[in-house]
């Protein structure tokens, strides 16, 4: 067991100092960083040309330059984003890679190119037609063109024994994620919704090959220790991001564990399997082709709703947490949604509103401590 | 007898024929679509399918400043006052489906062209789920280059002709090419009078009174594909050219002083004092970038001409481009200022506004102010705190011309 | 007995509840978190109980303050104590509206008394006790004074900036256009209601409505709440110290 709490204080403090444990993996691994913004970003490719993919979802900093560029009603990811490349944070970065995939990052993208210039840009449009055929063409063409940019950065061609390599160890990690929130439902003493979070999070610091090592080593170890006796609640979460971490303390504290998520930052981007089928780059935008229920991918009949619900009852949850990132519009759009579906399946719902650069927690204790006695 | 009728008659004729043989259709158990006001129409009137803009129809309630209603209940069902209020109009009025400013029929049909943000693609997904109707998504992918990229060309043509066979499943009807055909050159016809007709507006001073086109626009939008509208815009352009010709400026009791242009949507709710303050102060919104969003032009039957064209514009362009074609409307129409619109609503727009700002101003040397306010949801709004901003650049505008007689 | 002390943003108060669940005693100061407030409403409220701290079994804090004050034996938040509360005083309410001086919440109350659902403003002071403090402020009265300002207004004037500040700036070039002051207050009050309109919405709300909180004293308010809602609002008895009612209900429970 003492092999266990030392594997997950290890990621717990990778995650909670990124500044950290990317110089650390950085030196470890010897390869430089690229940074990834949220929500999807082709780091596999970035990894075969032997760099280090960094994730980049924001972090709690004072806005003083990014006000140059972004109004205060702007998403607070993308305000930190643009306030730590102005003032140097990432300046170790040999790029980043930004998706667009709402109107905010479209313009975080272009304003990027002006703001931060010492840190070069490789744009990303994800189509939203993904489910046509031309759709898939598009995606595979725009992977392609990150190859391209990429392989231009290093000087040197990306072989496809290398994406293919690339590709299985990201399955890797990911298959390993799948069976880590799948087995750490069951353990939400040890894996509490703060902790099980913070393991998430340290995938996107570190070498992934690293990463799934140290998890696979995690699940192996819970599963020789048998379920545990948890009286408090046990919930599903939703959401761009479960952050801040004061947030999850407030959690811990009522004794509500998230047994299962919908996080756009933990499981959406590891939930979904590959095909079998065609060149790793095929097999990445397949996975994208294949993604059910995320907000930032159209679909023509939305299916989160009644997927959050299916949620609750694989993972025998009592209710729904909703984490609001404000002025998120694409995840403010669907709450009203699956707020209606989740309240005509008489399941329980909280709903809470964050951002980046909160620190008065006051409401939101109440809010949760309320929401725990109203099913206590 | 000799009555002939103005453009402005005209309008509203047509303004209150679009709406009410689109009611009539419904009652008549036709077909009726709603659809992002700068999607590729031509497929629609093609088939004769009746449309109507949630878009424009958000705006007509916000004019007419029945907008609350419909906000309140979009916001009571969860919807956050972050978001678009169009959306939060439109949805509101899917519930109540009445409002005493203007009504639209319940659409069978939803068709969504995300060339002017990805917020509809939301906004029409939330319709198609509550209505449980067939949408017909366009994707347009965001040009971060300057130029549309030929392999997204070659996805949204792919998408025209996955609409057309979606349509043909819809109305059960075949699409006839041969009328494809005629549409589109209509809509390329009144494209283009609506662009001859703004661009007078080069003139000085200007013939056209900028919020004119406010209204004028409603039915660049409805009525992009149809004759009628060709005929409207023509019409404009005929009685601007001659009130030109003739040294007529925009005001009748009053000299152009100032040129302005004025970037964003417009305050609907608050349409009438943003106008009056601006002409208090001789202040004439000359052209904006309305002008060149509706100039969507190809050639009749060049498919993937006419996704380029679609796709080219100016919200789904890249900064450089937006600071490239600002620029060029400073020069062409001779502008002293920029008014930009901070709209809590359109965050595709505000969030480049600021660095746009500043390199305009680089370019061009002028002077230039940002207000807040909303296209419809009237909370935004300050109108002591717009009069001030107003001042501030009538006073820098004074400044440049004093020191231009001066040179 | 059962002591329960609420300490909110402004205010603190207190109320006992004996062994046969009756209610004894309620007191309340203008004092809140982090001030001497509780500590004196506590003594109040023994005084007029005659009795002292050792008789009390078992104390439950609630409101802002209820996490930091050392003097209770359990915390619960306010919106169980404010379901609580009204609910042992009133049969048959099923949401109640809490205005207080930082926070405004709806919750939707079952028969036994216990939440079934709950919402909250936002991080905003639009809506809230705050709002109505900046407009008194403007309009140059005391906010006792807002309601009877509020009945005498004649013509319908809407406030629609929802920001305080902005509102503030927008009541002011009212006034100065020549608006009554009456009719100001009035379009105050209606501006609070919309947002609380709004938040019933949210959480499904139904008859019997009753209204806690000292905002709940402002009769124009629950009036203009009423009309909003198309459903009638009862000011809670108690109103303002609902929610320490509630504390000593549940401390009752607790202790007993």
Redesign the interface.
């Known amino acids: 067991m003492s092999e266990l709490k030392t594997l997950i204080s290890q990621l717990e403090n990778i995650a909670l100092n990124p500044g950290k444990s990317v110089a650390k993996s950085v030196k470890d691994t010897g390869k430089e960083p690229i940074g990834c913004f949220p929500i999807y970003t082709p780091e596999e490719i970035v990894y075969a040309a032997g760099y280090l993919p960094v994730g980049m979802w924001g972090g709690k900093t004072e806005i003083k330059q990014a006000d140059?560029?972004?109004?205060s009603?702007?998403c607070s990811i993308m305000r930190s984003n643009i306030e730590y490349g102005m003032k140097g944070t990432y300046d170790g970065l040999k790029a980043v890679i930004i998706p667009?995939?709402?109107?905010?990052l479209?313009?975080?993208?272009?304003?990027w190119?002006?703001a931060v210039p010492q840190v070069p840009v490789i744009?990303v449009?994800y189509?939203?037609?993904r489910l046509?055929?031309?759709?898939y063409?598009?995606l595979v063409?725009?992977f392609n063109r990150i190859k391209d940019e990429i392989e231009k950065l290093k000087g040197e061609k990306i072989s496809s024994k290398n994406m293919e390599k690339s590709f299985s160890i990201y399955e890797n990690y990911r298959e390993a994620m799948r069976s880590f929130v799948k087995v750490v439902k069951d353990y939400p003493i040890t894996i509490n919704t703060r902790t099980r979070h913070l393991i998430i999070k340290a995938a996107y610091f570190m070498d992934k090959k690293d990463y799934t090592d140290i998890i696979i080593q995690i699940v192996n170890e819970l599963k020789n220790s048998s379920a545990e006796n948890f009286n408090g609640i046990r919930v599903v979460a939703t959401g761009l991001i479960g952050e801040p971490v004061e947030l999850l303390n407030i959690f811990v504290e009522n004794n509500i564990a998230v047994v299962a998520d919908d996080f756009a930052q933990e499981s959406r981007q590891f939930r979904v399997q590959a095909r079998n089928k065609g060149t790793a780059i095929e097999k990445m935008a397949y996975r994208i082709v294949d993604q059910k229920g995320c907000t930032f991918l159209?679909?023509?009949?939305?299916t989160k709703g009644q997927m959050l619900i299916d949620m609750v009852k694989e993972s025998k949850a009592q209710a729904v947490v909703v984490v609001?990132m404000?002025?998120c519009?694409?995840e403010?759009?669907?709450?009203?949604?699956i707020?209606?579906e989740i309240?005509k399946a008489d399941i329980?719902m909280l709903?809470i509103?964050t951002d980046m650069q909160m620190d008065s927690y006051?409401?939101i204790?109440?809010?949760v401590?309320?929401f725990a006695?109203?099913l206590g | 007898m000799e009555n002939k009728i103005t453009s402005k008659q005209m309008l509203g004729e047509l303004l209150e024929k679009h709406y009410k043989s689109a009611i009539e259709a419904k009652a008549n158990g036709k077909m009726v679509a709603w659809a992002t006001s700068i999607c590729p129409q031509e497929l629609l009137e093609t088939m004769d399918i009746d449309v109507v803009y949630p878009e424009n129809h958000a705006a007509a309630i916000g004019a007419r400043k029945c907008a609350p209603e419909f906000i309140e209940q979009?916001e009571g069902?969860?919807?956050?006052s972050?978001?678009?209020s169009y959306?939060r109009v439109n949805m509101g009025y899917a519930d109540i489906q009445f409002s005493e400013a203007e009504n639209i029929p319940m659409p069978d049909l939803l068709f969504c062209c995300?060339n002017i943000?990805?917020?509809v693609?939301?906004?029409y997904?939330?319709l198609?789920?509550?209505l449980g109707i067939?949408?017909i998504?366009?994707?347009m992918?965001?040009n971060?280059t300057y130029e549309v990229p030929e392999?997204?060309v070659?996805?949204m043509r792919?998408?025209i002709e996955?609409a057309i066979k979606k349509l043909e499943e819809i109305t059960g009807k075949k699409f006839d090419f041969d009328n494809f055909a005629e549409v589109m050159k209509l809509s390329n016809e009144t494209c283009e009078w609506w662009k001859k007709a703004t661009d007078l507006a080069v003139n000085i001073p200007s013939p056209l009174k900028g919020f004119d086109m406010f209204n004028y626009m409603a039915l660049i939008v409805c009525m992009r594909g149809k004759k009628e509208g060709k005929e409207l815009y023509k019409l404009w352009y005929e009685e601007l050219k001659e009130k030109s010709e003739k040294g007529i400026g925009p005001f009748r009791d009053q000299e152009e002083k100032y040129r302005v242009m004025w970037d964003g949507i417009a305050c609907w709710p608050n349409l009438s004092v943003t106008y009056k303050t601006l002409k208090k102060y001789g202040i004439n919104m000359v052209t904006s970038t309305y002008p060149e969003s509706w100039n969507v032009r190809y050639e009749t039957n060049d498919l993937d001409g006419m996704a380029r064209a679609y796709s080219s514009n100016y919200a789904n362009r890249?900064?450089e481009y937006d600071v490239q074609n600002v620029s060029k409307l400073v020069r062409d129409f001779k502008l002293d200022g920029i008014i930009y619109h901070?709209n809590?609503s359109c965050?595709?727009m505000?969030?480049?506004q600021?660095?746009v700002q500043r390199r305009v101003e680089e370019e061009t040397g002028v002077p230039s102010v940002i207000f807040d306010g909303d296209q419809t949801d009237p909370r935004i709004f300050s109108e002591a705190q717009y009069e001030t901003r107003i001042q501030a650049l009538v006073e820098m505008m004074e400044n440049n011309k004093k020191a231009g007689r001066d040179k | 007995m059962y002591l329960g002390i609420d300490i909110g943003s402004s205010s603190s108060k207190a109320a006992l509840i004996n062994e046969n669940k009756e209610l004894v005693a309620t007191d309340l100061i203008n004092m809140g978190t982090g001030t001497k407030g509780p500590d004196e409403t506590i003594s109040n409220v023994l005084r007029l109980a005659k009795i002292s701290r050792e008789n009390i079994a078992f104390t439950v804090a609630t409101g802002?303050g209820r996490?930091t004050f050392s003097g209770a034996d359990s915390q619960?938040?306010?919106?169980?104590c404010h379901a609580k509360g009204v609910s042992f005083m009133m049969k048959g309410v099923r949401t109640i509206i809490d205005i207080g001086g930082q926070?405004a919440k709806v919750i939707k109350v079952g028969n036994d008394g216990?939440?079934?659902?709950?919402?909250?403003n936002?991080?905003c002071a639009a809506g809230t006790g705050r709002f109505l403090e900046v407009m008194a402020r403007v309009l140059g009265c005391k906010i006792d004074e807002l309601s009877d300002l509020a009945d005498k207004s004649t013509t319908d004037i809407s406030i629609s900036s929802v920001c305080t500040v902005f509102a503030e700036s927008e009541v002011i070039s009212r006034l100065a256009s020549g608006a009554a002051i009456e009719d100001v207050a009035r379009g105050a009050h209606l501006s609070i209601a919309k947002r609380i309109v709004g938040m019933c919405s949210r959480v499904?709300y139904e008859p019997v409505i009753a209204m806690t909180g000292g905002v709940a004293l402002n009769s124009n308010i629950v009036k203009v709440l009423s009309n909003e809602l198309e459903s009638s609002v009862i000011t809670a008895p108690h109103t303002q110290a609902a929610g320490a009612i509630g504390a000593a209900l549940f401390a009752y429970e607790k202790g007993i």
């Open positions: 140059k560029y972004l109004q009603f702007c667009t995939f709402c109107d905010t479209k313009c975080v993208c272009e304003n190119k002006t744009t449009v189509p939203q037609n046509l055929d031309a759709g063409q598009y063409t725009e159209y679909e023509e009949v939305k609001m404000k002025f519009d694409p403010e759009f669907d709450y009203p949604i707020k209606e309240e329980p709903y509103e006051e409401q204790r109440t809010r401590q309320s006695e109203m | 979009s069902k969860g919807y956050s972050d978001i678009c959306a995300s943000c990805n917020t693609i939301k906004w997904e939330n198609a789920k509550n067939p949408l998504m366009f994707d992918p965001f971060h392999y997204s070659k996805y792919s998408q996955y890249n900064l901070s809590r965050k595709l505000d969030f480049r600021y660095e | 802002y996490v619960i938040t306010e919106i169980s926070d216990k939440v079934k659902n709950f919402v909250m936002e991080k499904g």
